[in-house]
């Protein structure tokens, strides 16, 4: 059953700490993406890694960090220096090979920090 | 930054009727993607159309494209209570493999 899986559903943290956000995708995707979501708002880009050991810095990367050492997993770590944390966190990848740009999503982290 | 802008930012309607979204944006595309967010839940996919694309369908998916306007539309048709969800607008530019997603339109379809 293939697709992307992100964990837990819904995490609550306190301020100050910092907290990782698992995703993880079997679709064997070169390319990799952390998405925020705030209320009734559209989805804007924090990280993408296009290969393994490499990732850039989307539009609102400050106060967030990633790694990509496999190809499966790209997990988001969300620092305590990041202003306002609480908000729905989406991953999602994608083939690099061919003309698909289609992106996959995972169903989301909701954090919320007090 | 966001450059789709999707028009209206909330539809309601009955179930059977079209439902007809629109997104606009501003700078020169590669393609446009649609995508469907139910309430809580992950994006799914609906259609792509390139930038050489006018118009393409999806079972009761119609999506058109205006490079000149710079705009795009989603229709809809015979809606379901089951259609009720967000809709966006995504593009995609040149060699970048990045999606820019607009805010969505919200769309409600009464059984």
């Known amino acids: 059953d293939g697709g992307i899986t992100q964990s837990p559903k819904y995490l609550f943290r306190k301020e100050g700490q910092n907290v990782t956000l698992s995703c993880e995708q079997n679709?064997?995707?070169?390319?990799m993406y952390w998405y925020r979501q705030d209320p009734g708002q559209g989805l804007r880009l924090i990280y993408y890694s296009q290969i393994v050991n490499d990732f850039q810095k989307g539009d609102i990367a400050e106060g967030y960090s990633v790694s990509r050492e496999k190809k499966e997993s790209f997990p988001l770590t969300v620092t305590s220096a990041q202003k306002n944390p609480t908000a729905f966190y989406l991953c999602?990848?994608?083939?690099?090979?061919?003309?698909?740009?289609?992106?996959?999503f995972g169903p989301g982290t909701r954090l919320t920090v007090t | 930054s966001q450059q789709g802008e999707e028009d209206p930012q909330a539809l309601s309607i009955q179930e059977g009727e079209n439902a007809t979204m629109n997104c606009s944006y501003k700078t020169s595309i590669n393609n446009l993607q649609w995508y469907r967010q139910n309430s809580g839940r992950g994006l799914v996919h609906l259609i792509l159309i390139r930038s050489n694309e006018r118009e393409k369908h999806s079972g009761r998916l119609r999506v058109t494209l205006d490079t000149s306007k710079k705009s795009s539309s989603l229709l809809i048709t015979a809606s379901r209570a089951a259609d009720t969800a967000s809709y966006f607008c995504?593009?995609?530019?040149?060699?970048?493999?990045?999606?820019?997603f607009g805010k969505g339109t919200l769309l409600t379809v009464n059984p």
């Open positions: 995504a593009t995609v530019g040149g060699s970048n493999y990045k999606l820019t």
């Open positions: 999602a990848s994608r083939r690099l090979a061919g003309v698909s740009y289609e992106q996959y």
């Open positions: 679709l064997n995707h070169d390319a």
